[in-house]
């Protein structure tokens, strides 16, 4: 890969540790991609979205972890909303294999390598 490309994030905080998964499997040396994780770790504060769309803006795409706990994430459907608005493409991932839930506006697919190399790759 010529480029590191940045992606962000967009989880429900239940769904971390999935996040962590993502995270940990990209930097295995056979990966087919890189990629910066820009999502924001720090609890809800006052300028918390201001902080969240400078790293939207700065994003090649953004993968949002879909679950069931995404149905209830005000935070990760704003972060969705967010990137919409800012023109930053949306790969939805099913964050578990026995969860196959649907979040509005977003496509999903299975997690699995080739779909997140092309949709990184592609950006």
């Not at 540790?17 to 995270?23: C, E, I, S, T």
Request: proline fraction near 2%.
């Amino acid at each position: 890969m010529a480029d590191k490309k940045v992606i962000f994030v967009a989880f429900a905080i239940e769904d971390e540790r999935a996040r962590d998964l993502l995270k940990g499997q990209s930097l295995h040396t056979d990966s087919p991609f890189e990629y910066i994780d820009m999502s924001v770790k720090e609890a809800y504060t006052e300028d918390w979205k201001a902080k969240v769309r400078t790293r939207i803006r700065r994003s090649h795409g953004v993968i949002a972890l879909i679950s069931k706990n995404s149905l209830s994430s005000s935070g990760q459907k704003w972060e969705i909303a967010c990137a919409r608005e800012e023109g930053v493409p949306v790969l939805g991932i099913w964050a578990y294999s026995d969860d196959r839930t649907s979040a509005v506006g977003v496509t999903t697919k299975a997690w699995g390598w080739e779909t997140i190399a092309n949709f990184i790759d592609g950006r």
